[in-house]
């Protein structure tokens, strides 16, 4: 046979070997993939990858911040062992852009929670020191046994700061409310910021202003009053003085005055009650306001001398409401505690609780009738301030307690009252109190003003 025969023999030979290897590994194929009817699918496996960072950068101030690798490190560690690796000298340098992105997005998110150096606090969900610290603060026995008290607004805030009062925590809604306030001030106070509606639900004004603030309770030597010059030799008593608007007016009257200092006995409501120091309008830190006093240690308030004088509702000697006559300064001795207007006829010799008289449950004072200290009449308008003076004001419901009455007589003071048309029942205590104060200062003036010094240094230096 030829040999190009041969060849194209072994050719055509070579090709059916591979068609027949070719179908029967297709029926193999075939086969394996189904069986009884049944077609199982090729399913495909993939390799998962555990991925690690090249290198952590963790900033200066933040340790729980991660910082991921940029897209180049990333792409460089896909990469397959027959690739090129990039060297880890260049993923450090392209780190080193991203630090301090990053680094500059940590300090501004610091930064927001400063204000003019001031670092404050943004309260998480479920803070309840709000809710604890309002809720205890309206309480008379928290504030005296943990000398802490409530102050809400900003000028009330503004006036305590000013004076000198030590702030413990100041609540705010926003940064700007806490902006109003002094920040010089407010640098050992831990600062809070809170959402407005948590202050409106505890804010006792009709519309809260947004800040709240915690004092420690001041102390009436150690704060600073500003309107000591234009002060008087006067001072106001409240006698039992237990409504609150009532107390708070009578301290932005006696502010408003003028006044050397108040002095609040035991029966008065407290003087730093929520109440009080919104009627008060700053009062507390414009003069010195000394509480719970009985009248021993009250007296130890008062220059020596002084003359004590007591507001009276009563009628004048002729049993009128108006007297026809100005001669009401002549002795009147009353028979029982009703001539007197504001004065309850049953005293207290421990002066921690002023109850109102009953005749009917008492025979020891003979139906009611009992024996007052001799006191005189006198016109507000008339002289009755020719120094150091201090004026009595009692409670509407019960009236002057005996022992102001008896300070009266000791000092040689008067009965001053206000009168009034007829049919027209008393003035309020606080109106009372409002008219009284000023004309006492009206007539210390005109007193202080007159020729020759001597008089005024000398009250000076006994009210210094």
Not at 108 to 136: T, W, Y
Request: positive net charge; glycine residues 8%.
């Amino acid at each position: 046979m030829p040999l190009n025969q041969r060849r194209r023999n072994g050719g055509n030979m070579a090709a059916y070997t591979r068609s027949v290897i070719c179908l029967v590994s297709m029926e193999r194929s075939y086969l394996l993939s189904r069986r009884s009817g049944v077609i199982v699918e090729s399913k495909r496996y993939v390799r998962g990858l555990r991925r690690k960072p090249v290198r952590v950068l963790m900033p200066e101030d933040v340790t729980d911040k991660v910082i991921r690798p940029p897209p180049a490190a990333r792409d460089a560690q896909r990469q397959k062992p027959g690739k090129e690796v990039v060297p880890m000298k260049h993923l450090e340098e392209g780190f080193a852009k991203p630090k301090s992105n990053v680094h500059l997005t940590v300090k501004n998110a610091v930064q927001n929670d400063l204000v003019d150096g001031l670092r404050f606090e943004r309260a998480l969900p479920g803070d309840k020191r709000l809710a604890r610290l309002v809720s205890v603060a309206r309480s008379r026995t928290f504030r005296e046994h943990q000398g802490k008290i409530l102050l809400e607004g900003r000028r009330l805030i503004c006036d305590a700061l000013d004076a000198g009062a030590n702030p413990q925590m100041v609540f705010f809604s926003t940064v700007d409310r806490l902006r109003e306030l002094p920040l010089d001030k407010l640098k050992r106070a831990t600062l809070v910021k809170v959402k407005f509606e948590e202050i409106k639900i505890w804010s006792d004004l009709v519309a809260p202003q947004g800040v709240i603030a915690i004092f420690s309770r001041p102390d009436p030597l150690r704060l600073n009053f500003g309107n000591k010059g234009h002060s008087v030799p006067l001072s106001l008593i409240c006698d039992n003085i237990r409504d609150p608007g009532n107390l708070g007016t009578m301290l932005r009257c006696a502010a408003a005055a003028g006044c050397h200092n108040v002095l609040l006995t035991k029966g008065c409501v407290d003087a730093w009650e929520p109440k009080v120091l919104r009627a008060a309008m700053g009062a507390h830190f414009r003069l010195p306001i000394y509480p719970s006093l009985g009248w021993d240690d009250l007296e130890k308030h008062l220059p020596k001398p002084v003359t004590v004088h007591v507001a009276d509702s009563g009628c004048g000697p002729d049993g009128s409401r108006e007297p026809e006559n100005s001669q009401v300064n002549e002795s009147h001795k009353p028979s029982k505690a009703g001539d007197y207007g504001w004065v309850s006829t049953k005293p207290n010799p421990k002066n921690t609780r002023y109850e109102e008289y009953d005749s009917d449950s008492d025979s020891d004072w003979e139906g009611g009738r009992l024996s007052l200290p001799n006191v005189d009449a006198n016109l507000y308008h008339e002289s009755w301030a020719q120094g150091p003076t201090a004026l009595v004001i009692g409670g509407e419901t019960h009236g002057l307690s005996v022992e102001a009455v008896e300070l009266a007589e000791r000092t040689a003071g008067r009965r001053l009252f206000i009168p009034v048309v007829p049919l027209v029942d008393s003035l309020n205590s606080a109106m009372a109190a409002s008219i009284l104060l000023f004309e006492g200062r009206k007539q210390l003036l005109k007193l202080m003003q007159a020729p020759g010094g001597q008089w005024k240094s000398k009250a000076g230096e006994q009210f210094s």
